[in-house]
Every structure is written in C-alpha cells, then in structure tokens.
C-alpha cells in the first residue's frame, strides 16, 4: 500500500515538472526528477526560513546560493526560462500536501532562480480592499513570473 502511494505521488509530481526547456524539447524524465527533487529542497528550506528569519532575511537566504554555470541563454530566453520554472514550481508544490501560498513559492522560485543566474525582483504587495490582502510574487524587469493581480500595490522590492 505504501508503495503505491509512493509511486501515485511521484507520477503526479513528474506530471507538474512537465516543462519544456527553451530549446522546445520536451524535459527528460530524469530532468523532471532532478527539477521536482530542487523544488522539494527548496520547499524545505523555505519553510524552515519563513519560522526562522525575518522576512527580508528569508529572502536573503533564498538568494544566498552558488550559482550554477551559466544557461548560455539569450535576455528574452531567461524570461520564458523563469516563466517555466514558476510555472513548475506552482503545479509541484500545488501536486504535494504542502502550503503553496505565494510567500513559499515566491521563496522557492527565488531560489532556484539564483540557483541559475538569473536575476530577479522579489516584490511584496498589498490591496487594501474590500479586505486587507498581502501578496508575494516574482519579477524579471517587467515579467510576472508568478501569477499576481493589478489590484496589488508594491510595499517592497528585494
């Protein structure tokens, strides 16, 4: 029985990391491993940020990695590049019982995106009505990276 779960549980995340590289080839099924297995440690970390650090320090920490080499992309690549993996990383965390509010996956995006090279804006926002509502999403120059709303305004940039 725990097997199957097991096994459930990994098709639905390979199903969520489905994104395909910039190059238009459809992600190999070990590609799709080693990219559900980052956003799982990423969630981790995450989590652990989030109960220990201030917010600004969380941040900090989701940025505080070595780069890899460089993607060898071009500037309007690393757009569609972010675009994906925010998009995998929504449909991953969306596929696992964990809290996928925006602050954690704002945080789990920054982090692979430093992982990467690729530079970003972490953005803070809120809306005041009809009910006070913070929110948190990613942007690279003037791409959303993750979904927002125009309703929110900007209180911090990092």
Known sequence: MAVDV????????LHAVSVTPSRGRPLRTGQRI????????????????????SFPES??????????????????????AGIRLGYAVQRTLRALPVDSRCLV????LTRMLARRGIKHTFVLGVRAQPRFTAHAWVE?????????EPEFQRLLEL
Request: net charge positive; proline share 5%; with cysteine.
């Open 59 to 80: 941040v900090i920490a989701a940025r505080n990695v070595r780069p890899r080499s460089p993607l060898g992309l071009e500037e309007g690549e690393l757009d569609a």
């Open 6 to 13: 097991k096994v459930s549980v990994m098709r639905v995340v």
């Open 140 to 148: 690279r120059g003037a791409v959303a990276l993750l979904p927002t």
């Open 34 to 53: 080693r990219i559900a297995t980052e956003i799982v440690a990423s969630y981790c970390a995450a989590r652990w940020w989030i109960v220990r650090l």
């Open 105 to 108: 996956t704002a945080l789990v």
